[in-house]
Nanobody, 123 residues
Framework: QVQLVESGGGLVQAGGSLRLSCAAS????????MGWFRQAPGKEREFVTA????????YYADSVKGRFTISRNNAKNTVYLQMNSLKPEDTAVYFC????????????????WGQGTQVTVSS
């Protein structure tokens, strides 16, 4: 089965930027829709963004629209999340998700999930 591995998290000051990566490990996720969720301690998992397999369609949560950008490089079997103008409320573990159906990614019922990478934004 497809395995996803996130990287690029870290500590950044408010207003700064980070770029997260999500790569397949062991198998390709060619043809899959991809996306990102995040979860802070004691809070529910929250949808962040999603992208179709072709990259032609994207969707963003209102809380990140205009600040975050999702993209993918299928030749590298990798999806990216560029995060700009970061705020303390963006602090969370960010999870990559993949599903053969785009609706599964948006709905949070993805077939595959990564282990998460920590993003901490200081004020």
């Amino acid at each position: 089965q497809v395995q996803l591995v996130e990287s690029g998290g870290g500590l950044v000051q408010a207003g700064g930027s980070l770029r997260l990566s999500c790569a397949a490990s062991g198998r390709t996720f060619r043809g899959y829709a991809m996306g990102w969720f995040r979860q802070a301690p004691g809070k529910e998992r929250e949808f962040v963004t999603a992208i179709s397999w072709s990259g032609d369609s994207t969707y963003y949560a209102d809380s990140v629209k205009g600040r975050f950008t999702i993209s993918r490089n299928n030749a590298k079997n990798t999806v990216y999340l560029q995060m700009n103008s970061l705020k303390p409320e963006d602090t969370a573990v960010y999870f990559c998700a993949a599903d053969r159906l785009a609706g599964g990614v948006v709905a949070g019922t993805s077939d595959y999930w990564g282990q998460g990478t920590q993003v901490t934004v200081s004020s």
